[in-house]
């Protein structure tokens, strides 16, 4: 039987940067906020102090940092027709647990989506007409304009002292920049990382071949930088050891960076890690949420009641919550009705490995940051006319590079053993003077009608609860991208001297095992109409006006970028308007 | 809906401190939770005897290593390195066990693109595989494994990756890749983990190991970066035992 803990004006599930950052608002707005944690507390000092925290083995390989799956995971499928399997161990993407969230390994690229991500249906078709569009495609505007995101696009970035080099200033390009972007109403706030050999080459080459390359906005910061919270963070160090792993040296920027200083030191402000929330309570009506439930540490169940509730978990976790709490219609692929589950989808990443002579050039590859790199945006979004190639959509691409780490990075030139001497002299000729960028084309993935979650009828979590079950597959549309991108970003590599290269090219069918990025997006999506979207496009759920649901869930589609910038500016967006408008008059902001 | 007013938000937050201590698991609350010795990491003793091996496994594992990453005059191969140490630290450990991944039944035999869904441990892998093969190289070859020429433990590796070998209850290519996998994770990890002994790895390939801040390396490209690796766990300079 569940005890009843104190009310408060706000429960916000989940501590990630989203959570952070809502806390942080409505504390400010002067709400009693309490967040409930399903991980540990995580900080540099106690988690991964700078004398220990450069193991590969420990966080890379045995994902120290991360949601154990015998804590819960989700079954997999491509197809409709088939039957789902548990995830078994982590492969094509990694949920974070603990305070701070994927904050705390991620590499720290900080992008921005292009304008025309915001209005991608209406954009396309206009420019291509809608039967350009695969029938089944089912990509929508956001709801939300980039002109309006802009200031919280800004405001993330002054709080993590994101560096960069501006491409476009109210509308000026600028030398250096992407000349793509979106206007900026300012410049970063500390200026691009210098750059390594490698990464340096590579843009050296793109813009010989015609392109405009630009240093990748780095959340790793290149000098020391207090934010407009007062939190300091010091210059990065290049270690190499930064997506997967927590930062010793409080240069990448993650909520215990720059924000929970200052949050858990308010009043008003209250945390429990270790805690899950297994549902979303409401009332009668159904319309209305009371709370949460959540288990403790030792399995006891509570319930902490609440005015409003702020999902702010990991994309599929929100999403469950919301099914488990019968909270919104849950999608039917069949019928093509409901919401809950709908638009799911991940990236369409490849990788080009290059050789070049070990007698010329000396890379250094364990020089480098999280968010390290020179990048073009020419093949991004509709950055380029599509009506030749026959697909939508496209992704950055760069030397980004992020580390040296010998188990995951001692590539050898295709033909090479697996094992034995040839194999050995290999990894030792190479090492030093070859490139594998990881996630070196950078794909969006563009939503479908049979790509989506529900829950699964057989697997169950530690409390006996349904799995989540994904169904994705890549379609035809996302190949021929992918096809087209990794092509153009091979040739960059043999324009910098490379005397091999080997293009990784994405293939279907989608697979659990090989790892993309973390980017999962979709499942209660933003947008204009109840019929097609779970949220408005203040975050704020359709059916329950007093949930607001945070984070890339609410990406009606993935953009060929990184989301964490993206949903942070939906964070801050989100936030504005529960303290301006929904507390002044709480109801729904949207009428329909 | 019943409006929600100000003043019954901020009534709430007189109620913060009942809850202190209730629930079970960590408040947050004040300042941020630190200690003066944070967690340990429990890295596994790289001395004393096997921990999950019996002595003629060790011995077999050692020779396997010593073929799959064979020493040459620069770098010792994968037996000396210690790779046998740390595959018997990690079978003994969480990682032997599968502690933390999920293993729920039903286990089904999937697609490729659904990932590996066996109800077989590391450890369990490792102890039936080693039987097996022992007892195939007995019966086909007339020796102990370790008794084989390097060439012949070469040519039963290679049929084991290629699928040929059939080997009494465990698929032999399972086996060869887990074994693979592992050696080459001990040759390249700290050498905390019992591996990649005095840092030969790292020695050979150039890697600096947890060195840590590269900021004056940054600007100075294409060089030869001078100075060698340093493990989690210091340099042998420091203690003057180089």
Same mark, same amino acid.
């Given at each position: 039987?569940?005890? @009843?803990?104190?009310?408060?004006?706000?429960?916000?599930?989940?501590?990630?940067?989203?959570?952070?950052?809502?806390?942080?608002? *409505?504390?400010?707005?002067?709400?009693?906020?309490?967040?409930?944690?399903?991980?540990?507390?995580? /900080?540099?000092?106690?988690?991964? &102090?700078?004398?220990?925290?450069?193991? =590969?083995?420990?966080?890379?390989?045995?994902? =120290?940092?991360?949601?154990?799956?015998?804590?819960? @995971?989700?079954?997999?499928?491509?197809?409709?027709?088939?039957? $789902?399997?548990?995830?078994?161990?982590?492969?094509?993407?990694?949920?974070?647990?603990?305070?701070?969230?994927?904050?705390?390994?991620?590499?720290?690229?900080?992008?921005?989506?292009? &304008?025309?991500?915001?209005?991608?249906?209406?954009?396309?078709?206009?420019?291509?007409? $809608?039967?350009?569009?695969?029938?089944?495609?089912?990509?929508?505007?956001?709801?939300?304009?980039?002109?309006?995101?802009?200031?919280?696009?800004?405001?993330?970035?002054? *709080?993590?002292?994101?560096?960069?080099?501006?491409?476009?200033?109210?509308?000026?390009?600028?030398?250096?920049?992407?000349?793509? =972007?979106?206007?900026?109403?300012?410049?970063?706030?500390?200026?691009?990382? =210098?750059?390594?050999?490698?990464?340096?080459?590579?843009?050296?080459?793109?813009?010989?071949?015609?392109?405009?390359?630009?240093?990748?906005?780095?959340?790793?910061?290149?000098?020391?930088?207090?934010?407009?919270?007062?939190?300091?963070?010091?210059?990065?160090?290049?270690?190499?050891?930064?997506?997967?792993?927590?930062?010793?040296?409080?240069?990448?920027?993650?909520?215990?960076?720059?924000?929970?200083?200052? *949050?858990?030191?308010?009043?008003?402000?209250?945390?429990?890690?270790?805690?899950?929330?297994?549902?979303?309570?409401?009332?009668?009506?159904?319309?209305?949420?009371?709370?949460?439930?959540?288990?403790?540490?030792?399995?006891?169940?509570?319930?902490?009641?609440?005015?409003?509730?702020?999902?702010?978990?990991?994309?599929?976790?929100?999403?469950?919550?919301?099914?488990?709490?019968?909270?919104?219609?849950?999608?039917?692929? +069949?019928?093509?009705?409901?919401?809950?589950?709908?638009?799911?989808?991940?990236?369409?990443?490849?990788?080009?490995?290059?050789?070049?002579?070990? $007698?010329?050039?000396?890379?250094?590859?364990?020089?480098?940051?999280?968010?390290?790199?020179?990048?073009? /945006?020419?093949?991004?979004? /509709?950055?380029?006319?599509?009506?030749?190639?026959?697909?939508?959509?496209?992704?950055?691409?760069?030397?980004?590079?992020?580390?040296?780490?010998?188990?995951?990075?001692?590539?050898?030139?295709?033909?090479?053993?697996?094992?034995?001497?040839?194999?050995?002299?290999?990894?030792?000729?190479?090492?030093?003077?070859? *490139?594998?960028?990881?996630?070196?084309?950078?794909?969006?993935?563009?939503?479908?009608?049979?790509?989506?979650?529900?829950?699964?009828? @057989?697997?169950?979590?530690?409390?006996?609860?349904?799995? +989540?079950?994904?169904?994705?597959?890549?379609?035809?549309?996302?190949?021929?991208?992918?096809?087209?991108?990794? /092509?153009?970003?091979?040739?960059?590599?043999? $324009?910098?001297?490379?005397?091999?290269?080997?293009?990784?090219?994405?293939?279907?069918?989608?697979?659990? @095992?090989?790892?993309?990025?973390?980017?999962?997006?979709?499942?209660?999506?933003?947008?204009?109409?109840?019929?097609?979207?779970?949220?408005?496009?203040?975050?704020?759920?359709?059916?329950?006006?007093?949930?607001?649901?945070?984070?890339?869930?609410?990406?009606?589609?993935?953009?060929?970028?990184?989301?964490?910038?993206?949903?942070?500016?939906?964070?801050?967006?989100?936030?504005?308007?529960?303290?301006?408008?929904?507390?002044?008059?709480?109801?729904?902001?949207?009428?329909? | 809906? !019943?409006?929600?007013?100000?003043?019954?938000?901020?009534?709430?937050?007189?109620?913060?401190?009942?809850?202190?201590?209730?629930?079970?698991?960590?408040?947050?609350?004040?300042?941020?939770?630190?200690?003066?010795?944070?967690?340990?990491?429990?890295?596994?003793?790289?001395?004393?005897?096997?921990?999950?091996?019996?002595?003629?496994?060790? %011995?077999?594992?050692?020779?396997?290593?010593?073929?799959?990453?064979?020493?040459?005059?620069?770098?010792?191969?994968?037996?000396?390195?210690?790779?046998?140490?740390?595959?018997?630290?990690?079978?003994?450990?969480?990682?032997?066990?599968?502690?933390?991944?999920?293993?729920?039944?039903?286990?089904?035999?999937?697609?490729?693109?659904?990932?590996?869904?066996?109800?077989?441990?590391?450890?369990?892998?490792?102890?039936?595989?080693?039987?097996?093969?022992?007892?195939?190289?007995?019966?086909?070859?007339?020796?102990?494994?370790?008794?084989?020429?390097?060439?012949?433990?070469?040519?039963?590796?290679?049929?084991?990756? %290629?699928?040929?070998?059939?080997?009494?209850?465990?698929?032999?290519?399972?086996?060869?890749?887990?074994?693979?996998? #592992?050696?080459?994770?001990?040759?390249?990890?700290?050498?905390?983990?019992?591996?990649?002994? #005095?840092?030969?790895?790292?020695?050979?390939?150039?890697?600096?190991? %947890?060195?840590?801040?590269?900021? #004056?390396?940054?600007?100075?490209?294409?060089?030869?970066?001078?100075? !060698?690796?340093?493990?989690? %766990?210091?340099?042998?300079?420091?203690?003057?035992?180089?």
């Amino acid at each position: 039987m569940a005890r @009843t803990l104190p009310a408060r004006d706000v429960v916000i599930v989940g501590l990630g940067w989203t959570g952070s950052i809502l806390a942080n608002e *409505l504390t400010d707005a002067g709400l009693s906020v309490t967040a409930i944690e399903r991980g540990p507390w995580r /900080d540099a000092p106690t988690e991964f &102090p700078p004398n220990a925290a450069q193991d =590969e083995l420990r966080y890379r390989i045995r994902h =120290e940092l991360f949601l154990q799956p015998a804590q819960t @995971t989700f079954t997999f499928r491509n197809k409709m027709s088939q039957t $789902a399997l548990p995830i078994r161990t982590w492969g094509a993407f990694m949920p974070p647990n603990g305070v701070g969230g994927g904050g705390v390994h991620w590499n720290a690229e900080t992008w921005r989506f292009l &304008p025309s991500d915001f209005v991608l249906r209406t954009h396309l078709t206009q420019r291509y007409g $809608a039967r350009f569009l695969p029938p089944d495609m089912t990509i929508q505007d956001w709801g939300v304009s980039y002109e309006e995101l802009e200031p919280y696009y800004d405001r993330f970035e002054y *709080l993590c002292g994101t560096s960069g080099t501006a491409g476009n200033l109210r509308g000026q390009i600028q030398p250096g920049g992407n000349p793509f =972007e979106g206007p900026r109403s300012r410049p970063y706030p500390t200026p691009a990382q =210098e750059q390594p050999f490698s990464h340096t080459l590579f843009g050296e080459a793109a813009r010989n071949l015609g392109y405009k390359p630009f240093p990748q906005p780095s959340g790793n910061l290149s000098q020391a930088y207090t934010n407009p919270l007062g939190v300091r963070m010091g210059p990065c160090t290049y270690c190499g050891f930064c997506e997967w792993f927590g930062c010793a040296n409080y240069s990448k920027a993650s909520p215990q960076t720059t924000i929970l200083p200052v *949050l858990v030191r308010k009043a008003n402000f209250s945390a429990r890690d270790q805690c899950e929330v297994t549902r979303i309570n409401t009332d009668a009506s159904g319309q209305r949420a009371t709370g949460v439930s959540f288990v403790d540490s030792s399995g006891a169940e509570w319930e902490q009641p609440a005015q409003l509730v702020i999902l702010a978990a990991y994309t599929i976790f929100n999403v469950q919550l919301l099914m488990l709490s019968g909270i919104g219609r849950r999608y039917d692929p +069949v019928s093509n009705s409901g919401v809950i589950g709908r638009n799911f989808t991940h990236q369409t990443i490849s990788d080009v490995l290059s050789f070049f002579d070990p $007698a010329k050039f000396i890379f250094n590859p364990f020089i480098a940051s999280g968010a390290i790199g020179m990048c073009i /945006d020419e093949f991004n979004g /509709d950055n380029f006319d599509h009506g030749p190639y026959g697909f939508v959509g496209g992704g950055y691409m760069g030397q980004v590079q992020t580390n040296g780490r010998p188990i995951e990075t001692t590539p050898v030139p295709p033909g090479t053993p697996s094992w034995g001497a040839q194999w050995k002299q290999a990894v030792r000729e190479n090492y030093l003077s070859a *490139l594998q960028p990881g996630t070196g084309v950078h794909g969006s993935m563009y939503s479908y009608r049979d790509v989506y979650l529900d829950l699964d009828p @057989t697997y169950k979590d530690r409390f006996g609860r349904p799995l +989540v079950r994904i169904t994705m597959d890549f379609h035809d549309n996302e190949i021929k991208q992918n096809h087209f991108l990794t /092509d153009k970003f091979a040739e960059i590599f043999v $324009a910098m001297g490379a005397r091999q290269v080997e293009k990784q090219y994405r293939k279907a069918p989608y697979s659990i @095992t090989d790892y993309q990025t973390t980017h999962l997006c979709g499942g209660a999506i933003m947008g204009t109409d109840p019929h097609t979207s779970a949220l408005n496009r203040y975050l704020q759920s359709w059916d329950v006006p007093n949930l607001f649901v945070m984070g890339a869930s609410a990406f009606p589609q993935n953009a060929g970028y990184n989301p964490t910038g993206t949903l942070a500016a939906l964070a801050y967006w989100s936030a504005d308007a529960i303290r301006n408008r929904y507390l002044k008059n709480p109801g729904p902001l949207v009428h329909v | 809906m !019943p409006p929600l007013r100000r003043r019954d938000l901020l009534a709430g937050t007189a109620l913060v401190l009942l809850e202190a201590g209730v629930a079970r698991g960590d408040i947050l609350q004040g300042e941020l939770p630190w200690e003066p010795a944070p967690e340990h990491p429990s890295y596994p003793p790289t001395t004393g005897g096997w921990r999950f091996f019996t002595a003629p496994q060790a %011995a077999m594992v050692e020779a396997i290593a010593e073929r799959l990453i064979p020493p040459d005059p620069a770098t010792p191969g994968g037996g000396e390195a210690g790779c046998a140490v740390y595959i018997d630290r990690q079978l003994a450990g969480p990682y032997g066990s599968n502690t933390g991944l999920y293993d729920r039944p039903p286990f089904v035999k999937g697609t490729p693109s659904q990932g590996e869904q066996s109800a077989i441990t590391p450890a369990q892998l490792y102890r039936a595989g080693l039987a097996a093969l022992a007892s195939w190289c007995q019966q086909q070859r007339g020796h102990a494994w370790v008794q084989l020429s390097a060439a012949q433990q070469d040519e039963v590796l290679r049929g084991l990756e %290629a699928g040929q070998i059939q080997l009494q209850g465990v698929n032999g290519e399972t086996l060869f890749q887990a074994v693979l996998k #592992d050696v080459k994770e001990g040759f390249f990890a700290d050498p905390i983990y019992g591996g990649n002994r #005095d840092m030969c790895a790292w020695k050979m390939i150039g890697f600096p190991g %947890a060195r840590y801040n590269y900021r #004056d390396w940054v600007g100075r490209h294409n060089q030869r970066y001078p100075y !060698p690796p340093v493990s989690i %766990a210091g340099s042998p300079d420091w203690s003057g035992a180089a």
